[in-house]
């Protein structure tokens, strides 16, 4: 790129540009209909809205408006003052994005702190440039835009259903390299550039997955507690959690400690494994009481075990004290004390009992 090229887009006006695009357009009707459909001016309206203002029918709206833009990008390939150097500058970004982007990302990038204005003149300006591919917004595409010699629209679509398709069958969060290696991209950062253009696609610390996964989309506090604990590995305190959410990425993150707390108790995903500090149930953990815990393992023992095996069962489900454990030991009817250091459940004992009583009595 040439200095006085840089130097251009340093300063770059678009909205000055698009104004001399529209005082170039001759009839007040057509120059209308274009500031209206793209929110040039004002707020973008639909193709009824101007029709009812105009007195001509939705139909009639469309029509002109797809005839004045033809000839606005016909102009436009001669236009070397205001669309050939914003285009230019545009594909700069673009190139650096991996070659696709939304209409409001690329705007951002344009401008750093652009409003609803400036984003409407990025839009109409790349529907005129000759070089760049525009993806019209429908329920599965972002409004976005694309360097023509990568892709038209038609392809643009088919990369953007390719991805989707694979993220899909893959069936779980994918990274962009991982799912790379999956495509026929040049680059990562390409596959990156078009999987945003999908709306049926969401992302977190760039693993992405389906839209609708809590796990890179979480759209509730649980959600979000669940991303925090499967993202740590480990159990956490419950305000060790509230702290994670907090320094988050996630959108509407200020929850407060107890709030955390709650859906904490009320979500069977968590299992509280000590004071306070939860673990998801995936992990192997079981709800329940320590007494619970050392029922289940003598139970599953068939038979007595020591004192210090039980232990170090035990915390291996539980964080707790060692007294904690012993203290369930020597106070709950359910285990019985049957040699030194060793217990097992009462409930066996009693049955061992009953077993040998009635073998006896047959003899």
């Known amino acids: 790129m040439s200095e006085s090229l840089q130097d251009a887009s340093s300063t770059l ?41 105009l007195g001509i029918t939705r139909e009639r709206v469309r029509q002109l408006e797809k005839a004045i833009l033809i000839r606005l990008k016909l102009a436009a390939e001669k236009d070397t003052e205001n669309v050939q150097v914003i285009e230019k500058h545009i594909i700069r970004h673009l190139h650096e994005m991996g070659g696709a982007a939304k209409v409001n990302d690329l705007t951002t990038r344009v401008h750093p702190n652009p409003s609803e204005r400036d984003h409407a003149h990025v839009a109409f300006i790349a529907e005129l440039a000759p070089n760049l591919t525009v993806l019209s917004e429908n329920d599965n595409y972002h409004h976005g835009v694309a360097i023509r010699d990568r892709a038209d629209e038609k392809k643009l679509r088919s990369d953007v259903d390719t ?23 040049e680059h990562p950062d390409q596959v990156r550039a078009v999987a945003s253009l999908s709306k049926n696609l969401s992302s977190l610390k760039d693993q992405w997955g389906l839209h609708k996964w809590p796990t890179v989309n979480p759209k509730n506090i649980r959600d ?43 979500d069977k995903r968590f299992v509280l494994i000590g004071r306070g500090i939860y673990a998801l149930n995936e992990w192997g953990y079981k709800k329940g009481t320590v007494s619970d815990i050392i029922a289940d393992i003598l139970r599953k023992e068939g038979g007595p075990l020591t004192r210090d095996e039980i232990i170090r069962r035990v915390l291996k489900h539980r964080q707790v004290k060692e007294t904690t454990i012993l203290l369930n030991l020597q106070s709950k009817p359910e285990f019985k004390r049957v040699a030194k250091a060793t217990y097992s459940l009462a409930e066996t004992e009693k049955a061992d009992r009953t077993h040998i009583s009635a073998k006896t009595a047959a003899a």
């Open 13 to 53: 006006d678009t909205g000055s540009a698009v104004q001399r695009i529209l005082d170039s357009v001759d009839r007040d009707r057509e120059r209308e209909i274009i500031s209206r459909r793209f929110g040039l001016t004002d707020r973008k309206e639909t193709l009824e809205q101007i029709g009812d203002l």
């Open 224 to 266: 979000k507690i669940y991303v925090i604990l499967q993202d740590n590995g480990k159990p956490m305190h419950f305000s060790e959690i509230a702290r994670s959410i907090k320094d988050s990425d996630f959108k509407r993150k200020n929850v407060t400690t107890q709030a955390i707390h709650n859906e904490l108790i009320k």
């Open 163 to 185: 991805i989707v398709k694979t993220i899909k069958e893959h069936g779980e969060p994918i990274s962009i390299d991982e799912l790379h290696s999956k495509l026929d991209h």
